[in-house]
């Protein structure tokens, strides 16, 4: 791929990334505006799809933040920002539903989530470290050409992490929007708002995914030129 190309398709990434999270957060907006009709809040949401799944050892937490949701599977807990936590909206319902679909992945040890949870240390330090390594490798790359490719590597192992999420995130949602259903937490209309939701929550992971990809293609490039 020439250094053109790689640019314009970073930039054009880039731009979609930007619309899409753009319209998650429209989205999410509009349907934290049309109450479930349960009227259950989301922490009670989460609570009560914990239990269907017999799941007793999982804490709900409320947290700062807009869009923090997230499951932590060392801590077992459920976090949810405030706007989710306390709100008895489809949007809320979503986003707990999502988490907790990550909380019954772990329970039953679905592998992806397995394979990206043992990735994180790694990816932590790699997320971090991997532009600089990769930036002084390109400065000493005729002397020294083993720091460049370590720095792809280390990038290589962030782009891996971002391919193993979307399975992750995409069978949390399906099995979020399955539990919905059978437990008529929502209506069928409200099922379909919350289908849309969490469908733009996940077209930033395969955003993020396309990224790292281009952005990968564009060093390894950058190396072989040298």
């Known amino acids: 791929m020439?250094?053109?190309?790689?640019w314009i398709l970073i930039i054009v990434i880039?731009?979609?990334g930007m619309l899409v999270q753009?319209?998650?957060k429209s989205v999410f907006a509009k349907y934290s505006k049309v109450l479930s009709p349960g009227g259950l809040t989301g922490a009670q949401i989460a609570q009560k799809m914990l239990n269907d799944n017999g799941i007793y050892d999982v804490s709900v937490t409320c947290i700062k933040g807009q869009l923090t949701d997230h499951y932590d599977p060392t801590k077992k807990t459920v976090n949810l920002s405030e706007d989710?936590?306390?709100?008895?909206?489809?949007?809320a319902a979503a986003v707990a539903a999502h988490e907790c679909g990550h909380a019954v992945q772990h329970k039953e040890g679905y592998a992806p989530?397995?394979?990206?949870?043992?990735?994180?240390?790694?990816?932590?330090?790699?997320?971090?470290l991997s532009?600089?390594?990769i930036i002084i490798g390109l400065l000493i790359i005729n002397t020294f050409p083993t720091l460049f490719w370590l720095g792809i590597a280390m990038f290589a192992l962030v782009f891996l992490f971002s391919v193993v999420t979307l399975p992750v995130e995409f069978n949390a949602s399906k099995r979020a929007l399955a539990w919905l259903g059978s437990s008529n937490s929502l209506s069928q209309q409200e099922l379909s708002q919350a289908k849309e939701a969490l469908g733009w929550a996940a077209s930033t992971y395969v955003v993020a995914a396309l990224s790292s990809l281009v952005?990968?293609?564009y060093y390894i490039g950058l190396g072989n030129r040298k």
């Not at 949870?117 to 990816?123: E, I, N």
Request: glycine share 0%; proline share 2%; no cysteine.
């Open 2 to 6: 020439s250094t053109e190309m790689s």
């Open 14 to 16: 880039s731009i979609v």
């Open 22 to 24: 753009w319209k998650l």
């Open 84 to 91: 989710v936590y306390r709100s008895n909206s489809v949007s």
């Open 113 to 128: 989530l397995k394979l990206r949870s043992a990735l994180v240390p790694a990816v932590s330090i790699s997320s971090k």
């Open 131 to 133: 532009m600089i390594v």
């Open 215 to 217: 952005s990968l293609l």
